[in-house]
């Protein structure tokens, strides 16, 4: 329903969308996206649609949303930008939240464009690619995580 309304209220977009969706890239046969769905603008530039839907119950959910997207889902758009190649992405988000008895629904949408993102998108590259390699040769990860 999110993807309809999606469409409805940005019509300069064509929304596609096909049930149990896998895109491959063959520069990097270790990745894949399932998109939520996928934009033509009316440029003829490709895109990516990615909906979220959350129930925040607790003050600091509402931290991971405040002035940004949280930072699992910022990852998945970079990943999805680089198994698709395409030129943009938008995340749709309806935020649901209860203020004593009543249910808050929020929606808000965010936009990217790739060009804006390709020093995060190769950070992203790179670590994926680490990861592979140490899945590859059998190297198992630190018992103890570095600090970020």
Known sequence: HLRALFALDFPEYEVEYLENNMFLNSKYPWMHASLD????DRQGRRGILEIKTSNILQGSQWEKWNGQVPINYY??????LAVTDYKFAVLKAQLKSWRGDELHIETRCYFWEREELEDDIKTLLDAERK????????????LILPSI
Do not use: K, N
């Not at 990861?131 to 630190?142: H, I, K, N, T, Y």
């Open 37 to 40: 769905g996928w934009l033509t």
């Open 75 to 80: 990852c998945q758009i970079l990943h999805y």
């Open 131 to 142: 990861f592979w390699e140490r899945v590859e040769s059998g190297q198992r990860p630190a």
